[in-house]
């Protein structure tokens, strides 16, 4: 069993910055791919950016193009993601969550059905 703690989530105004980190505890072993996603209040839960285990590979939505970066150090267990220039769209709660593939599928990333591990999840809320 992964265990996946995100953090650094809070209150900013548009235009400003948060770091969001994933930690996972547990019976971790190499291979997992770390992802995030965000559920608005009436909304379903979507993809936000994936990254491989090795880190070579990324995805991001369309909407986070450009603003947001999504990166891992596998020595500590962690995925983070860099938000800036955030809009008040970008209000939600952000979880991360692992998938254990034996190779990096950018099509299977974005499905919520191919994660096998989910955190509890951390609000991010933007105003204007």
């Known amino acids: 069993q992964v265990q996946l703690v995100e953090s650094g989530g809070g209150s900013v105004q548009a235009g400003g910055s948060l770091r969001l980190s994933c930690t996972a505890s547990?019976?971790?072993?190499?291979?997992?791919?770390m992802s995030w996603f965000r559920q608005a209040p009436g909304k379903e839960r979507e993809f936000v950016a994936g990254i491989a285990w090795s880190g070579s590979d990324t995805h991001y939505a369309d909407s986070v193009k450009g603003r947001f970066t999504v990166s891992r150090d596998n020595r500590m267990n962690t995925a983070f993601l860099q938000m800036n220039s955030l809009k008040s769209e970008d209000t939600a709660v952000y979880y991360c969550?692992?998938?254990?593939?034996?190779?990096?599928?950018?099509?299977?990333?974005?499905?919520?059905?191919?994660?096998?591990?989910w955190g509890q999840g951390t609000q991010v809320t933007v105003s204007s």
């Open positions: 969550a692992a998938q254990r593939r034996p190779v990096w599928d950018p099509v299977l990333v974005v499905e919520t059905s191919s994660y096998d591990y």
């Open positions: 547990g019976r971790i072993v190499p291979g997992y791919h």
